[in-house]
């Protein structure tokens, strides 16, 4: 089993600043990519930035210069620092890991609970 436990989320004024870490548990063998993906409501799921697991990122359009996907293998944690936060930025914000439990089985997607971001205007 593996578990992505998420925190960081909350209610912030528009300008002001979020970090999101998510911490990954259970049977891990490796862990290839992790992301951060926001979702709202009646929406699809989205990608807002991604890390591999040599530590190249990628980003939405719509946050570029603003957020910052890190990620510390040791813990085996991801974050997002999310700065100037805008009011379309409100949304749930989901963690992912591209997980291996062992050497013998499959890489599989993994999901976190999700946390929810509000911007107020």
């Known amino acids: 089993q593996v578990q992505l436990v998420e925190s960081g989320g909350g209610l912030v004024q528009t300008g002001g600043s979020l970090r999101l870490s998510c911490a990954v548990s259970g049977s891990i063998f490796s862990i290839n990519g992790m992301g951060w993906y926001r979702q709202a409501p009646g929406e699809q799921r989205d990608l807002v930035a991604g890390i591999s697991s040599g530590g190249a990122t990628k980003y939405a359009d719509s946050v570029k210069g603003r957020f910052t996907i890190s990620r510390d293998n040791a813990k085996n944690t991801v974050y997002l620092l999310m700065n100037s936060l805008k009011p379309e930025d409100t949304d749930v914000y989901y963690c992912?890991?591209?997980?291996?439990?062992?050497?013998?089985?499959?890489?599989?997607?993994?999901w976190g609970q999700g946390t929810q971001v509000t911007v107020s205007s």
């Open positions: 992912n890991a591209e997980v291996r439990s062992s050497i013998v089985v499959p890489v599989r997607d993994y």
